[in-house]
């Protein structure tokens, strides 16, 4: 008897990784160990390899640039971890993997809602989602507010839930990549405590599905507390930008012309730049949260473009043909 | 004759040890609070230790707290560290510096922790015309928490004005004291309060409506229908009476399921789901063939949850 619970437990970390396994659709290639050059380590030439990429059996990497130019290859496995806990000053991976099951067992299980689960949850953690809209609101418990006024929490999951199915993707693939970022911040910040000061690590910018990737993260005072009765708080602010290339510049300017300089700029600038805060990271494989429109929303749109989950073409379809009405429109429908 | 010899002696050793205690203890405050005349952000290394030493180290704090030829910095952490021994010593020497308008209002104002609780009704006019000239939102709350232990009629003035002027914090706290200061007006500030469009107050007045031992439902939904009411004042109403849990409020609920705003209707779902399943039951089923549609679905939710919970 004793045995068999020690065999289940050994096996939880399995189970929970094969869970969200299920989850994606969005596959990663992978590689044997002997390639990867794994951080610390560098080398001077960018090495020939996929970023992401499996290896060691289920763990993760992206490729690095160091500000010195040279290459990396940096462990950001999407795993639970120790917790992640700014009032006790705990800086553990916390729980990258939970979704909530509770409220959404089809979520938890597929890594996307069903209108109609979504229709019949009167609440979230307990809270009713009406409380939570209103705490939601700017001015309410934040200033910029996790929603738009017109927005309710409802309207902003059902239609982010709608984008990522018709792009054929599921939350925790959306969650996955900004997981993969958050993860080598976190290594470079613990690898650079235990450093001398000439010996850190100063990552620049790092690939993703064939993208270089700029970046910068910025703490502040304080930490923000969730919408949610859950245990995710904030503090950071992250930046991720990279150049749309030259097809995807000469699709939107074929596609698009009709746009004022001003809007194109508006619209260039949604599928290349992003701005947030760590909780969005959490919210969206827990609830299929990406917050609405504020400045801190990380758009589905957005994170398919940036990290060249999907073309510029396929993020076109999945707009009807229309990337500026989409990223400017609010959600303002519920389903019910 | 030996017992008394022996008794003396015992005596005079136990003066000449306690005043060298004493004597140490006096150089070890001279040097803490030497340290605090030019300390940086280590300073909490020698107000910890002068904070547990308390009353013996107040006057040579006092002595420094008045020197004017220190820093800002110096002095408010030194101010600080009296505010936190929280002596009677500490009082007039405060309201003196207080008072100075020569005084910069940042150091005047870090004596008003250290003042709170002691009895200041000699002083209330001097406070009430110091409410008055401060613009600073924070000072002026601090000097109406101060009127709090001098005048308790002048205390209510600067609150409601307070409450009326600010938001966030100060209006919250505003809220808290007007409703301590007179009990009997509570129930329609909170009201009040419900309406405003202040989120940390609002929340305030929520929560202290739903644990009043006693609520008048109607005053509440003499609110709820005025003109022209905001959809999120609506809410709070519901909120606060479906956490009160009164089978009596079944049928505001079955009308508030079909309000224009979803944030109403979904509250007042969540609300009936609370109460007695019969009662419920019997005059939802008029709701169930309701013409609009959202109305349909949201009933059809609150029998689905009510039969599961049984």
């Not at chain 1, 390639?35 to 059996?57: F, H």
Request: aromatic residues 10%; contains cysteine.
């Amino acid at each position: 008897m004793t045995k068999t619970i020690l065999t289940l437990v050994m096996l939880l970390p399995a189970v929970c990784f094969l869970q969200a396994q299920h989850s994606y659709k969005h596959q990663l290639p992978t590689v044997s160990s002997e390639k990867l050059i794994k951080a610390p380590a560098c080398v001077n030439e960018k090495p020939d390899l996929p970023s992401p990429v499996v290896s060691d059996g289920s763990r993760e990497f992206i490729l690095f640039k160091t500000a010195a130019n040279k290459y990396t290859c940096m462990d950001v496995t999407v795993e639970n971890g120790e917790p992640f806990d700014y009032k006790q000053g705990l800086s553990g991976k916390g729980n990258q993997l939970k979704a909530d099951g509770e409220d959404f067992p089809h979520f938890a299980e597929t890594g996307i809602h069903t209108t109609e689960e979504l229709a019949n949850a009167k609440t979230i953690t307990g809270l009713s989602v009406a409380k939570i809209t209103v705490d939601a609101r700017p001015w309410g418990s934040s200033g910029v507010g996790f929603v738009a006024d017109d927005e309710t929490i409802m309207s902003v999951i059902w239609a982010d839930n709608q984008t990522v199915e018709k792009l054929g993707l599921t939350h925790p693939d959306m969650a996955r990549p900004l997981f993969h970022f958050w993860n080598a911040m976190h290594y470079q910040e613990q690898y650079n405590a235990e450093q001398e000061p000439d010996s850190c690590l100063q990552l620049a910018s790092f690939f993703y599905n064939g993208k270089e990737l700029e970046f910068k993260v910025q703490g502040s005072r304080g930490w923000q507390e969730s919408i949610f009765n859950d245990e995710i708080l904030g503090t950071g602010h992250l930046e991720i930008w990279r150049e749309l290339t030259d097809e995807e510049q000469e699709f939107l300017n074929e596609k698009y012309k009709y746009l004022s300089a001003e809007q194109m700029k508006q619209l260039k600038k949604e599928l290349s730049y992003l701005h947030t805060g760590e909780m969005v990271l959490f919210y969206i494989n827990r609830y299929g949260f990406y917050e609405g429109h504020n400045e801190y929303r990380v758009d589905p749109v957005t994170v398919a473009s940036l990290f060249g989950l999907k073309s510029i073409n396929e993020l076109h379809q999945s707009a009807n043909g229309d990337l500026y009405g989409y990223f400017i429109a609010h959600f303002t429908e519920n389903p019910e | 004759m030996k017992k008394g010899v022996i008794t003396a002696i015992s005596a005079v050793l136990l003066i000449f040890s306690l005043n060298i205690r004493a004597q140490n203890q006096q150089s070890e405050i001279d040097s803490l609070v030497n340290k605090m005349r030019t300390a940086g952000r280590e300073w909490n290394t020698y107000a910890e230790p002068l904070i547990k030493i308390g009353e013996p180290a107040v006057a040579a704090l006092i002595e420094n707290a008045r020197d004017t030829s220190l820093s800002l910095w110096n002095r408010r952490i030194i101010m600080t560290t009296l505010n936190t021994i929280h002596s009677e010593q500490w009082v007039e020497p405060a309201l003196e510096i207080l008072f100075d308008e020569n005084e910069a209002p940042e150091i005047r104002n870090r004596t008003t922790a250290g003042l709170s609780g002691f009895d200041l009704s000699h002083v209330n006019t001097k406070l009430w015309e110091l409410f008055s000239g401060f613009e600073n939102q924070f000072y002026k709350s601090n000097i109406a928490h101060l009127l709090l232990s001098a005048d308790t009629a002048m205390a209510y003035r600067a609150f409601y004005e307070l409450y009326q002027t600010q938001d966030g914090h100060i209006q919250r706290n505003a809220l808290q004291k007007l409703a301590f200061l007179r009990p009997g007006e509570s129930t329609n500030w909170y009201l009040n309060a419900l309406q405003g469009e202040d989120w940390m107050t609002a929340n305030l007045a929520i929560d202290s409506l739903i644990s009043a031992s006693s609520l008048n439902a109607d005053l509440l939904l003499s609110v709820y229908y005025l003109p022209d009411i905001d959809e999120e004042v609506q809410w709070r109403i519901v909120y606060v009476l479906s956490q009160r849990i009164n089978s009596a409020n079944i049928p505001f609920f079955c009308e508030a399921l079909k309000s224009e705003s979803w944030l109403v209707r979904t509250e007042s779902a969540i609300a009936l789901t609370k109460l007695n399943k019969e009662e419920v039951l019997k005059q939802l089923v008029v709701l169930q063939n309701d013409s609009a549609e959202v109305v349909r679905n949201n009933a059809r939710w609150v029998i689905r949850e009510l039969n599961n919970s049984y």
